[in-house]
Nanobody
Framework: QLQLVESGGGLVQPGGSLKLSCAAS????????IGWFRQAPGKEREGVSC????????KYADSVKGRFTISRDNAKNTVYLQMNSLKPEDTAVYYC?????????????????WGQGTQVTVPS
């Protein structure tokens, strides 16, 4: 039973904030790079952010850089995505994923475990 469960999504007005959580069940995240991905209706999945196992290295898509912050608390087996200054174009289902990767990347096929997704809606 290896699961990742996202939570914290919802509807927020433009300029607002949300904090997403990704909790692991059945395995520990200590050795895994974690990525956040999103998929909007009619669009392909895109990488948002990723973080190394220790949390010492992070990457962000240009579209969210300066607005989103990824972090992790390995003691809680949880990864977070703080989203500020939200825009309508941020509307999507957000997924977290874990992979035994030498370095964190935003290449989705390299990740082994995926959550069910959580909806984030920012109306225009």
């Amino acid at each position: 039973q290896l699961q990742l469960v996202e939570s914290g999504g919802g509807l927020v007005q433009p300029g607002g904030s949300l904090k997403l959580s990704c909790a692991a069940s059945g395995f520990t995240l200590d050795y895994y790079a974690i990525g956040w991905f999103r998929q909007a209706p009619g669009k392909e999945r895109e990488g948002v952010s990723c973080i190394s196992p220790s949390g010492g290295s992070t990457k962000y898509a240009d579209s969210v850089k300066g607005r989103f912050t990824i972090s992790r608390d390995n003691a809680k087996n949880t990864v977070y995505l703080q989203m500020n200054s939200l825009k309508p174009e941020d509307t999507a289902v957000y997924y977290c994923a874990a992979g035994r990767l030498p370095i964190p990347t935003l290449i989705s096929p390299l990740y082994d475990y995926w959550g069910q997704g959580t909806q984030v809606t920012v109306p225009s």
